[in-house]
């Protein structure tokens, strides 16, 4: 795990993790998700085609409770959740976003989502890059990549305190 400074004042950590299958990459996110900082955070997914952004998130939104099926919001660009009362993320909303079709970053400015990213809830950005500067900064960064033996070498950044306990 590396530790360097950043503006604001913010630690930045950096650390390399390995999902060398499926159920690593369900460990993880059962993991994350019992963090209490996980139901305010901004987290950006990067990786190719096929790295196992959608995966990852599928995990993350079951271990938090989410029912039922989890459809990928590559052509909706946006897929809401809202978890029932109950449980220890009772109330929680949930985005999932996917911003791979987007052919210019001024629609995430026109599609209204900037008062998405001003509301409390998880925030889940898949193709963050697409929708240019309109981005607040993530509190955790994931970096997925695909390894010859299909493993995924995994960076993850966190960028603010809520990252940082996300990691920690």
Same mark, same amino acid.
């Given at each position: 795990?590396? *530790?360097?400074?950043?503006?604001?004042?913010? @630690?930045?950590?950096?650390?390399? +993790? =390995?999902?060398?299958? %499926?159920?690593? =990459? $369900?460990? &993880?996110?059962?993991?994350? $998700?019992?963090? @209490? #900082?996980?139901?305010? !955070? /901004?987290?950006?997914?990067?990786?190719?085609?096929?790295?196992?952004? =959608?995966?990852? *998130?599928?995990?993350?939104?079951?271990?938090?409770?989410?029912?039922?099926?989890?459809?990928?919001?590559?052509? $909706?660009?946006? %897929?809401?959740?809202?978890?029932? %009362? !109950?449980?220890?993320?009772?109330?929680?909303? +949930?985005?999932?976003?996917? &911003?791979?079709? &987007?052919?210019?970053?001024?629609?995430?400015? %026109?599609?209204?989502?900037?008062?998405?990213?001003?509301?409390?809830?998880?925030? /889940?950005?898949?193709?963050?890059?697409?929708?240019?500067?309109?981005?607040?900064?993530?509190?955790?960064? /994931?970096?997925?990549?695909?390894?010859?033996?299909?493993?995924?070498?995994?960076? /993850? =950044?966190?960028?603010?305190?809520?990252? !940082?306990?996300?990691? #920690?």
């Amino acid at each position: 795990m590396t *530790v360097q400074s950043v503006a604001g004042g913010h @630690p930045l950590i950096v650390k390399n +993790i =390995t999902w060398h299958d %499926e159920e690593g =990459t $369900a460990d &993880f996110a059962r993991a994350l $998700a019992s963090r @209490p #900082a996980i139901v305010s !955070a /901004l987290v950006e997914l990067r990786g190719d085609l096929g790295a196992g952004k =959608t995966t990852f *998130v599928r995990h993350l939104l079951k271990s938090l409770g989410v029912q039922g099926r989890i459809k990928s919001p590559t052509y $909706a660009v946006v %897929e809401p959740y809202t978890l029932p %009362e !109950a449980g220890h993320n009772g109330g929680m909303s +949930i985005w999932h976003f996917d &911003f791979y079709r &987007f052919n210019d970053p001024r629609e995430w400015e %026109e599609a209204g989502f900037r008062d998405i990213f001003a509301a409390k809830g998880l925030k /889940l950005v898949e193709w963050p890059e697409k929708a240019g500067p309109h981005l607040p900064q993530p509190d955790l960064l /994931l970096h997925l990549e695909v390894l010859p033996d299909d493993a995924r070498a995994v960076t /993850l =950044t966190a960028h603010t305190p809520t990252g !940082a306990e996300l990691l #920690a």
